[in-house]
């Protein structure tokens, strides 16, 4: 195995001198930077990295710790934290916790022990706080991604839910829908529980009823279908709902799924929106309007806090960056309807 004392003895240098070039520390001349990084390349010398870690109290390692890695949200968020990663000399450790506080903390546990230098994560839920302590008792740095946690000392990325949704509701609104139901996940969840705020003050602001009956809880998983709809489908047309608020795109694929098995079409019978875009399918078949988040830059921003954290170059306080959603059209909000 080639060694810094290889690439010393071919760059006629000394070994501390590779070792600066190597870590980039102290004052090196280009010349002899250069020299030994031409070197490097020619014994194809790779740097051992437990060493490295061990000199410079660094492993290199970041972890992006997210709920669903099949949500396409998920995935365009975990491009951004790679490219992230990479663009800063890291390399990232991706964790998926399927929407599970144990898997969670497994997760968390496995990373402490691997010696990270920072975590970027979306938490499970409230019950996340105890693991968000345990990397602070472990003093790894760590930013808080598309969810919160209340009370918390840290960094977050986070979308503004409470816009997101009133652009929804107010679309279906203006088109001339009344009664709206929504499908929301769990309110230990902070993006379901604003979202579920929302979807009541917009009504109350538009003297609309909320009705408990037209609030659904579902979960955030893809697999398995809809509970607790068959009631409204089986109301009176002019009783049921108009319109769907499903709080993610998941739900809003299984919510269509479950009304087209009901003989309702979408939107003729019922329009649908969402939160949150499915890009790999808008070109096939542009059919969703949604409330789009810019899913890269959750991961890009979160990662750079995280990296600013670990190197010393952040400020004193906490920092709350707020992605603002976009309200795209297309066909599954329908068009106006006469009440």
Do not use: W
Not at 101 to 122: H, N, Q
Not at 180 to 186: K, L, N, R, T
Request: glycine content about 6%; some cysteine; aromatic content about 8%.
């Amino acid at each position: 195995m080639t060694t810094i004392y290889d690439i010393a003895k071919r760059a006629n240098v000394s070994s501390m001198t590779v070792s600066r070039v190597i870590n980039n520390k102290g004052n090196i001349s280009e010349a002899t930077r250069k020299k030994v990084e031409e070197a490097i390349r020619e014994l194809n010398y790779i740097p051992n990295s437990a060493a490295q870690s061990l000199n410079l109290k660094k492993t290199k390692l970041l972890s992006l710790v997210i709920t669903d890695i099949t949500n396409p949200f998920f995935t365009k968020v975990a491009r951004g934290a790679t490219d992230k990663a990479n663009q800063m000399g890291y390399q990232l450790i991706l964790c998926n916790t399927d929407e599970d506080y144990e898997k969670e903390s497994e997760y968390i546990d496995a990373l402490i022990a691997k010696r990270v230098d920072g975590v970027i994560i979306a938490p499970t839920g409230d019950s996340s706080l105890k693991n968000l302590k345990k990397l602070m008792k472990n003093r790894i740095p760590f930013t808080l991604i598309d969810r919160k946690i209340e009370n918390v000392p840290c960094d977050m990325v986070l979308g503004d839910n409470y816009e997101g949704t009133r652009y929804l509701l107010q679309h279906l609104i203006t088109n001339g829908h009344q009664r709206i139901a929504m499908v929301h996940g769990p309110l230990t969840i902070s993006t379901s529980k604003e979202r579920y705020q929302a979807y009541v003050e917009t009504l109350k602001l538009n003297d609309l009823t909320v009705s408990p009956s037209f609030l659904i809880e579902d979960h955030y998983k893809q697999e398995d279908q809809l509970a607790g709809i068959n009631h409204l489908l089986e109301l009176p047309e002019d009783e049921r709902p108009t319109a769907f608020f499903a709080v993610n795109n998941f739900i809003a694929i299984k919510l269509i799924k479950q009304l087209r098995q009901g003989g309702l079409r979408v939107p003729e019978d019922m329009a649908v929106v969402c939160f949150d875009d499915l890009e790999l399918f808008i070109e096939l078949d542009p059919f969703l309007t949604v409330s789009s988040q810019p899913a890269y830059d959750f991961g890009y921003m979160g990662t750079q806090l995280v990296i600013e954290r670990v190197e010393g170059n952040s400020p004193t306080g906490y920092r709350s960056i707020n992605l603002k959603p976009e309200l795209v059209i297309r066909k599954s909000s329908g068009t106006s309807i006469k009440e």
